[in-house]
C-alpha cells in the first residue's frame, strides 16, 4: 500500500527517494490491477514486468472490482472505453478507495471525445492519487479550452499549468502532465523533468506505459515521488535506448530492455540532474 502523502521532498531527498523506490518495487512486485487501452495492452503489461511489477489486465465485470481490492494500484486508462471497461470503472475505483489501494487515472482523449470527457470528470470525485496525461488532455479534464486531436496534444506544457493545478486542488492528489519537459505538481511546488528522448513520441502507448509505470510506483511510495520516479524512469530508458535504435520498432524493443537495466541508483542520479523544483512566491 501507498504512502499517501504527497509532499514534495527538497530536490536531494527527492532524487534518493526515487531511487530507493524502484528497489522497493523490484523487492516486493506489487500487483497492478489495469483496466487500459486495447490498443496498449501488451506494452503496458511489459512495462510493468520490466520495471519489477505484476501486471494484471483484467476488465471483466465481476473480477476487475476483485482484483483491485487486493492489488498494490491500480490504472485506470480510458484509451478504449468499450462496454465491458465502463461497466468496470466504477466498481474498480471503489474498491480500490475502501481497500486504501491508490489508484491513477489516465485520461486518454479527454476533450476530444465526449464520452470519455464524462466518464473522467465523474472519476475526479473519487480523488486519484495521480492523474496523468498529456497538456491537452488536462487542460480539458480541468474545464480549461483545449486544443487537443485525439490522443495529440497540441497545447504545450506551460499552457496546462493552471489547469494541472487546479486538478490537483481538487483531487488533494498530484498531477503529472508529459511533454518535451515533463511537469509534477501537488498543485502547490512544481517539479519539471527534462528527460527523454522524440522517439517516444512515435511509439503508440508510451503514454499509456507511463500510466502503467506511475500506477507501479504508487503501490510504494507517496504519489508525487511516484509521478516523478515514474516519468523519470520513463525517459532515462528512451535516452538509453534511443541510441541502439533504427526506428520506432526496435526503440520499443530498446526500451523495455533499458527499463528492466535500470537500477536505484540510476534513477536516483538522473532525477537529481533532470529536475527543477518551481514553489510559488
Known amino acids: 500500500m501507498s504512502l499517501m502523502t504527497s509532499a514534495v ?59 483491485a481490492g487486493a492489488a498494490g494500484a491500480v490504472l485506470v486508462n480510458l484509451g478504449t472505453p468499450g462496454p465491458d471497461q465502463r461497466s468496470c470503472v466504477g466498481p474498480t475505483v471503489a474498491a480500490a478507495a475502501g481497500a486504501g489501494v491508490p489508484w491513477v487515472l489516465d485520461p486518454v482523449a479527454v476533450g476530444a471525445l465526449s464520452v470519455r470527457t464524462r466518464i473522467a470528470r465523474h472519476l475526479l470525485t473519487e480523488r486519484p492519487a495521480v492523474v496523468r496525461g498529456n497538456a491537452s488532455e488536462v487542460r480539458a479534464l480541468a474545464g480549461f479550452a483545449s486544443a487537443g486531436r485525439g490522443v495529440d496534444a497540441l497545447d504545450g506544457v506551460d ?41 517516444l513520441t512515435v511509439v503508440t502507448g508510451a503514454g499509456c506505459a507511463l500510466g502503467g509505470l ?34 520506432p520498432a526496435s526503440f520499443q524493443v530498446a526500451l523495455l530492455d533499458e527499463l528492466y537495466l535500470l537500477t536505484g541508483d540510476d534513477l536516483a542520479a538522473r532525477v537529481a540532474s533532470a529536475q527543477r523544483v518551481e514553489v510559488p512566491a
Open 9 to 67: 521532498l527538497p530536490p536531494h531527498d527527492l532524487a534518493a527517494a526515487c531511487g530507493a523506490a524502484l528497489d522497493d518495487l523490484r523487492a516486493r512486485t506489487p500487483l497492478v490491477q489495469c483496466l487500459t487501452n486495447e490498443v496498449t495492452t501488451n506494452l503496458v503489461a511489459n512495462a510493468l514486468l520490466a520495471i519489477g511489477a505484476s501486471p494484471a489486465m483484467a476488465s471483466v465485470p465481476g473480477e476487475a472490482e476483485e482484483l
Open 159 to 199: 499552457a496546462a499549468v493552471p489547469a494541472a493545478e487546479a486538478l490537483a486542488w481538487l483531487t488533494g492528489g498530484v498531477v503529472a502532465v508529459s511533454g518535451p519537459v515533463d511537469l509534477v505538481t501537488d498543485g502547490t511546488t512544481a517539479v519539471r523533468l527534462a528527460v527523454g528522448d522524440r522517439l
Open 214 to 247: 506511475v500506477a507501479a510506483f504508487t503501490a510504494v511510495t507517496a504519489p508525487f515521488t511516484a509521478a516523478v520516479a515514474a516519468s523519470t524512469a520513463l525517459g532515462l530508458a528512451a535516452e538509453r535506448a534511443a541510441p541502439h535504435a533504427r526506428g
